[in-house]
């Protein structure tokens, strides 16, 4: 009994994890109209990144195409110039 | 009106050789600004930044000075000032972006803070959102031991063999 009654709220628990996820809204960057990814701002790029230097994915983040695509392009600018690091 | 040269803005970000800078701020910006003489640019905004640690080593070098500097040029002149750069053993990196226009200090100023509003916002969200798929998944990844433990150690010598 017990089993089964810890699998349900086990399952219970994804799903609202899950529902969250799907209901979290447009990404961060559209909802400040006119804020512009710029490769200067590290602490953001930092913040959207993993321990390892990679960046987030889009179901990480929340971002959408458009701004994980900028995100993309001013982590690569960042990782050149030596502000970011390519390998953590 | 139509003989005019078109100046078009650009930001160009320069990282510079530590030790000279050390010395001397004044030198190296002078041969940043005349680098961009050279190329026919002409210098707006001229912006320096503290004195980082480079996230890997670039020539030898684990510390570094950044400029900024916003200024106009003739599209054809930025393969010159790359060339320069280069050739330059003070400059050690050179990103130049095109511009729509050139942002004054404010506007500057004020995008940084609306990045800072959006990111606190967003990291209250995950919070909420309690997603942090990511680190499970990497947590899982470790199954790569699998494979050593595999015995494929029989198949390996015959493709030696072969080869041999």
């Known amino acids: 009994m017990l089993k089964k009654k810890s699998r349900i709220a086990l399952a219970r628990a994804r799903q609202r ?5 799907v209901d979290r809204g447009p990404c961060r960057f559209c909802k400040k109209m006119g804020l512009e990814i710029d490769y200067k701002d590290i602490s953001t790029l930092e913040r959207l ?5 990679k960046l987030f994915s889009r179901k ?25 690091p390519f390998v953590g | 009106m139509t003989s005019e040269v078109v100046l078009r803005p650009y930001e160009g970000m320069f990282l510079a050789f530590n030790k000279e800078a050390r010395k001397t701020h004044e030198y190296l910006e002078e041969h940043i600004r005349a680098l961009l003489e050279k190329a026919g640019a002409k210098p707006v905004r001229f912006e320096r930044w503290d004195q980082r640690q480079l996230a890997y080593e670039i020539k030898g070098q684990r510390e570094g000075l950044f400029y900024l500097c916003y200024f106009e040029a003739k599209p054809e002149s930025i393969a010159t000032l ?15 972006l095109a511009l729509e226009r050139i942002p004054t200090e ?23 959102g309690g997603f942090d ?21 029989q198949g390996a010598p015959a493709v030696d063999g072969v080869e041999a």
């Open chain 2, 82 to 96: 790359r060339r320069e750069a280069e050739l330059s053993e003070l400059v050690l990196r050179m990103l130049v």
């Open chain 2, 133 to 153: 798929g990511g680190g499970d998944r990497r947590r899982g990844r470790g199954g790569r031991g699998g494979d050593r433990s595999a015995p494929p150690s």
């Open chain 1, 60 to 84: 990480r983040s929340g971002n959408c195409a458009g701004h994980q695509r900028e995100l993309k392009n001013a982590v690569k600018q960042a990782r050149y110039l030596g502000l970011l």
């Open chain 1, 17 to 21: 994890r899950y529902r969250k996820f």
């Open chain 2, 106 to 128: 404010d506007e500057v100023r004020k995008r940084s803070s609306t990045a800072e509003e959006a990111m606190r916002e967003g990291e209250e969200l995950r919070g909420e």
């Open chain 1, 49 to 53: 990144c993993s321990q390892q230097g």
